[in-house]
């Protein structure tokens, strides 16, 4: 350390010095050294850019943030696409969600095909509750680096905040298709079944069913697993449930129809997924047989 205090421009063997702190794990010793360089020598960029890198690597953020304007003011071409990236991640950091989107977006506008920036821009917006803005940004990101899995990640989760049902699925398969991480995807897939199949059990809406059934082979698809085979089973048996009654009411083949691959559907899935929850999937399995003859009695009446 007193080596560098004597020679101050010498940057060279301050970097060596500030390595040895970071190597031994000691980055905020780092701080006073840079912070008397810089007081001594203003303005020098080589000695800021330091600065900036030892106040990221001590997590001083707010020291960094404030180390980094002045870095760009005294040199723009300091102002990269990393400098953004690491920028809107300190003020994530300093949780200033708002800030950080900002600092991104910034460095989007001036990067526009920097998929790593446009990812983190996205995720900001999407943190700051502006959907819409974060769903472009997320599909511009996604564009500019079509085997990045983080970028389908993200867009399938926005689009799954704005209930843009279908863009989710076509995401997930595009991601498939590029080569992402099947569990991730089966994950969101899954998060999606559960919600729809929640709605459906609040509305008794048939949809909303629908729309778990779908989600749920979908996860189920990319990677097994018994959460998925039991909700899919669950949804089938609801959506089963609501058509055989309305089949009677309206004398309606369709909804006969519905019904029985429904219960058939729920029957197929309903073991594996007792796995994990038996009691639940032994209930409903005892449950089908009851609705049978009243299904296949209608599908024989209205399906002439």
């Known amino acids: 350390g007193a080596l560098a205090a004597a020679d101050p421009t010498n940057i060279r063997l301050i970097q060596d010095v500030v390595n040895e702190y970071a190597k031994m794990g000691h980055a905020q010793d780092a701080i006073p050294l840079v912070r008397d360089l810089l007081q001594n020598n203003p303005g020098d960029p080589a000695l800021l850019n330091l600065a900036w890198l030892v106040y990221l690597n001590a997590k001083d953020y707010q020291g960094a943030i404030d180390v980094g304007n002045e870095m760009v003011r005294v040199d723009t071409a300091a102002a990269t696409a990393d400098y953004y990236t690491?920028?809107?991640?300190?003020?994530?950091?300093?949780?200033?969600?708002q800030k950080a989107s900002e600092a991104s977006a910034q460095g989007a506008k001036k990067f526009p095909n920097d998929a790593h920036l446009l990812l983190i821009t996205a995720n900001s917006l999407f943190r700051a509750g502006q959907l819409p803005a974060a769903l472009e940004a997320a599909k511009k990101a996604v564009a500019a680096d079509p085997k990045n899995p983080q970028g389908y990640f993200l867009l399938a989760t926005?689009?799954?905040?704005?209930?843009?049902?279908?863009?989710?699925?076509?995401?997930?398969?595009?991601?498939?298709?590029?080569?992402?991480?099947?569990?991730?995807?089966?994950?969101?897939?899954?998060?999606?079944?559960s919600n729809a199949f929640k709605a459906g059990q609040a509305s008794k809406d048939r949809v909303d069913f629908q729309r778990a059934i779908k989600f749920l082979q979908l996860s189920d698809q990319l990677q097994s697993s018994a959460d998925a085979k039991f909700l899919l089973g669950a949804s089938a048996f609801s959506l089963g449930q609501s058509a055989v009654n309305d089949a009677n009411?309206?004398?309606?083949?369709?909804?006969?129809?519905?019904?029985?691959?429904?219960?058939n559907l729920a029957s197929i899935n309903l073991p594996a997924g007792g796995q994990k929850y038996p009691t639940e999937a032994a209930q409903l399995l005892t449950a089908i047989p009851q609705f049978t003859p009243a299904v296949d009695n209608e599908v024989k009446r209205f399906c002439k």
Request: aromatic residues 4%; glycine residues 8%.
């Open 86 to 97: 690491r920028l809107a991640a300190a003020y994530g950091a300093l949780n200033q969600p």
């Open 158 to 193: 926005i689009q799954g905040a704005l209930n843009q049902y279908d863009d989710v699925i076509n995401t997930s398969n595009q991601a498939k298709t590029a080569g992402a991480d099947p569990a991730g995807l089966s994950q969101i897939a899954l998060q999606q079944g």
């Open 249 to 263: 009411d309206k004398k309606s083949c369709d909804l006969a129809r519905m019904a029985r691959d429904a219960f």
